[in-house]
């Protein structure tokens, strides 16, 4: 997906500023001896309504206008003085920038402050334009109208609509295809993203913004800007209802001990798409397999193997070393992109991803049982994993090779019941407590041996 336009909120997200806001407010409060509002009833709000609240509602100042003025006049010293850049947020900025990408500050903040903000950190010179809530009728965040102007300022930025009215050519609204919009607060996430946009929700570890108020909105959730980048916004899909055929991808990962490049080879000749994580560079390349994604940040790989998985892949996905997520679930975040792309089921078969780090291993698990694909398994030297669940793959025929092998099944999700057929014990309908051991060390005996889950989520080894 091409990136057509960024509208980036300000406050929060650009700028470490909501320390300052709280703080203004409380100045302002103390200034007018005033008890004031509390904070969730005026941060949605524009500056010239909040300040009409103050004083009609909380009897500040001789008029709202010089409340306003009060406050306009503090917060330009704050941002002077007391604000600093969201941790590597002009290197994005930058990034952006040379990649042609049009940009928008869209906020709740006066445009004169906004202005004045931008031009003491430095970053006038990276946005077409800036919108106030202000300017469109004093609307808040609570309603799209600031993000559809900043479309339309972005639309003429791009040479693509006209500067009148709030439509494109023809009478036609500015595409909002490829647009992203960087937002820090639940109330802004949510509307840009009914909205229409694709969304970027950015917290930190101070502001006091809750992870679970912010996710569910997102298409992209990170803890900062470093865990940003074009190459990862371009690859972005979002999910879309599947059908036909599966998308069988291969994840290479780069555990500590890897599994032996003929498996590797192997796999990859099973599948449509292969991603490349960081350290798996170096079995990939061991393996002769060229991977259509490499993705991580190169920590773990080799100097060499990270040269050659860059030049040989087809898209590369860099991250720094000091990002939140790892390197195993933005590869797996990129097959999932593909799938979606082919509206297609995704099969991700996952390996060189748990040995040598027990830590490492448990989480991997617990990171395809969150998967939500078709079918999700590991393929290591020593042993097959695969998700059994009632939302996935239902059931796991173990076939002829099987025989004689050791199977063990753990519950991996809360109310788990299963049924195992072909085995020394058999299980039918049998509960299963949460990681409990249940199902450790069952021998396989039929050829037509099999495990099924009615309901929950299990964990299903086959050692070789």
């Known amino acids: 997906m091409d990136v057509s336009g960024a509208i980036f909120d300000c406050d929060g997200t650009l700028v470490d500023s909501m320390g300052m806001w709280n703080h203004a407010y409380e100045w302002l409060y103390d200034h007018y001896d005033s008890p004031g509002a509390p904070l969730d009833e005026v941060e949605p709000m524009a500056l010239a309504e909040a300040c ?68 003491v950190h430095g970053l006038e010179g990276f946005f077409a334009d800036v919108v106030s809530t202000e300017e469109v009728g004093g609307r808040d965040k609570e309603f799209p109208d600031v993000y559809l102007e900043a479309l339309r300022r972005l639309a003429v ?37 009914r909205a229409g946009f694709y969304v970027v929700g950015l917290i930190n570890d101070h502001d006091g913004r809750r992870e679970e108020d912010v996710r569910p909105w997102c298409d992209v959730f990170a803890h900062g800007f470093a865990e940003l980048s074009v190459p990862l916004l371009a690859d972005y899909a979002r999910p879309t209802p599947v059908a036909g055929e599966p998308l069988r991808a291969l994840v290479v990962a780069g555990s500590p001990e890897s599994s ?76 999932r992109h593909e799938a979606a792309r082919r509206a297609a089921p995704l099969v991700v078969t996952l390996t060189c991803a748990s040995g040598g780090r027990p830590d490492h291993a448990l989480a991997v698990v617990g990171q395809l049982a969150e998967a939500g694909c078709a079918s999700a398994r590991i393929v290591e030297d020593g042993y097959e994993m695969r998700i059994v669940s009632a939302d996935g793959q239902r059931v796991w025929r173990l076939g002829a090779e099987a025989v004689g092998h050791t199977f063990s099944a753990v519950a991996v999700a809360p109310g788990t019941r299963v049924d195992e057929r072909g085995m020394q014990w058999e299980l039918d309908d049998k509960p299963m407590g949460l990681l409990d051991d249940l199902g450790i060390s069952n021998v396989v005996t039929s050829p037509e041996a099999e495990v099924a889950c009615r309901s929950g989520a299990v964990a299903a080894f086959l050692l070789r």
């Open 157 to 193: 930025a791009r040479g693509d609509a006209g500067s009148g009215g709030s439509d494109g050519p023809d009478g036609a609204a500015p595409s909002r295809d490829g647009v992203w919009v960087f937002e820090d607060a639940p109330f802004g996430v949510r509307t840009a993203r």
């Open 260 to 335: 032996a490049p003929a498996l590797v080879a192997m796999l990859a000749d099973e599948a449509d798409y292969v991603v490349c994580a960081d350290g798996g560079a170096d079995v990939c390349r061991a393996a002769g397999v060229a991977p259509d994604v490499f993705c991580g940040d190169a920590d773990s790989a080799s100097g060499e193997a990270a040269a050659w998985a860059r030049a040989a892949a087809r898209l590369c996905v860099s991250f720094p070393s000091d990002k939140y997520a790892t390197d195993l679930s933005l590869a797996l975040d990129c097959a």
């Open 52 to 119: 009409r609240l103050f004083h009609d509602k909380y009897g500040m100042g001789s008029s709202a206008e010089e409340v306003y003025e009060t406050l306009c006049t503090h917060v330009r010293d704050g941002y002077e003085h007391d604000v600093a850049l969201m941790p590597g947020a002009r290197a994005f900025l930058e990034e952006l920038a040379a990649a042609g990408v049009p940009m928008v500050v869209a906020s709740s903040t006066p445009r004169r402050e906004l202005l004045f903000c931008l031009k």
